[in-house]
T-cell receptor, first 118, second 112 residues
């Protein structure tokens, strides 16, 4: 079975532009989470979605938004890019058998999208 | 507010050595704690997940323990190999939002 997939692999943008990152969860998984990992640090939680609804939001500005589609894939959108948005963006999926609460679910991560803002 | 800390930030050992990576967390009200491996420029690979009701989990040469009362988890790697060289991250799941709180990681180098 395919794992979590993300596209694109790498992306270069300039300040002020908009970017859309995409994630396809493991087949059968209903929950998707997004994380930002700046070089040398651990990932920081951005969003979690379950059954197309936002279930959690981290401490990120409103320039960051996301959505989940009926097939459980997800998009992360970032507007008005800043240099500090340069990072590895990770998507994780979990089965959501705990009703989306992920109380016992292992989160499986994709390979990430490397975003560079110039 | 949950904070997760990993010490040391980097570790270099000769091949064959047994080693322990440390992870501490400030809020003992966690649902589970997960250990991940990350190779340079890559995503995260889940190694072990310990539920809050469990004390340890084992997979091959890896053993992870959890002590909620002291706010600590350890990852034990037996008979280390050069292929174990990577960054190891621990993450605590707090609350019901699926939000993992990560430490900054320990970068391990195993020398042949």
């Amino acid at each position: 079975d395919a794992g979590v997939t993300q596209s694109p692999t790498h992306l270069i943008k300039t300040r002020g532009q908009h970017v859309t990152l995409r994630c396809s969860p493991i087949s059968g998984h209903k929950s998707v989470s997004w994380y930002q990992q700046v070089l040398g640090q651990g990932p920081q939680f951005i969003f979690q979605y379950y059954e197309k609804e936002e279930r959690g939001r981290g401490n990120f500005p409103d320039r960051f938004s996301a959505r989940q589609f009926p097939n459980y894939s997800s998009e992360l959108n970032v507007n008005a890019l800043l240099l500090g948005d340069s990072a590895l963006y990770l998507c994780a999926s979990s089965s959501g058998t705990g009703g989306g609460l992920a109380l016992t679910d292992t989160q499986y991560f994709g390979p990430g999208t490397r975003l560079t803002v110039l | 507010k949950q904070e997760v800390t990993q010490i040391p930030a980097a570790l270099s050992v000769p091949e064959g050595e047994n080693l322990v990576l440390n992870c501490s967390f400030t809020d003992s009200a966690i649902y589970n704690l997960q250990w991940f491996r990350q190779d340079p420029g890559k995503g995260l690979t889940s190694l072990l997940l310990i539920q809050s009701s469990q004390r340890e989990q084992t997979s091959g040469r890896l053993n992870a323990s959890l002590d909620k009362s002291s706010g600590r988890s350890t990852l034990y790697i037996a008979a280390s190999q050069p292929g174990d060289s990577a960054t190891y991250l621990c993450a605590a799941l707090s609350g019901n939002t699926g939000k993992l709180i990560f430490g900054q990681g320990t970068t391990l180098q195993v020398k042949p």
